[in-house]
């Protein structure tokens, strides 16, 4: 191949590229749903957290993104118990990177027995979380 013809060849591949560099870019994904410092979405992790904050907690492991949580014993329902496992599934900000998974234990005669937790308390919890943290997205979005 010629050189004139070799070089008409690479101009032409350069200069759409070269087109791109005046447009502005964001400096940062400024509206980032991947944050991958700790294994999962920071925004799931940290909502996660703020929401089980009133629970001890048993786990925390961010790299792989499960907190599971101690019996809790509401002191206005002292005669049951729950125990949450959040597990962050995905780097990505969405409603099925969370997973909620609860127990829940009834006293009977001085013991505790497992008893069905309704699958709208599962729910509710996740939506809490996401909303949760849809609400830190924003505001680092809005801090930048």
Not at 10 to 21: E, F, K, T, W
Not at 43 to 59: E, G, K, N
Not at 98 to 114: C, E, K, M
Request: aromatic share 4%; proline share 5%; net charge positive.
């Amino acid at each position: 191949m010629n050189r004139p013809l070799r070089t008409a060849i690479m101009v032409s591949l350069a200069l759409p590229i070269a087109a791109c560099a005046g447009h502005h870019r964001p400096s940062a994904d400024m509206a980032a749903s991947k944050i991958t410092q700790i294994g999962v979405n920071s925004y799931l992790w940290r909502a996660s957290l703020d929401t089980l904050s009133f629970m001890p907690l048993v786990q925390a492991d961010s790299a792989g993104g499960v907190i599971v949580s101690d019996w809790y014993v509401n002191p206005n329902a002292p005669a049951e118990r729950m125990k949450l496992t959040v597990t962050i599934l995905d780097q990505d900000l969405r409603a099925d990177a969370l997973r909620v998974a609860a127990s829940r234990q009834i006293r009977q005669n001085g013991q505790w027995v497992d008893a069905p937790v309704q699958a709208a308390t599962v729910q509710k919890l996740e939506d809490i979380i996401l909303s949760r943290a849809r609400d830190l997205r924003r505001q680092s979005i809005a801090a930048k």
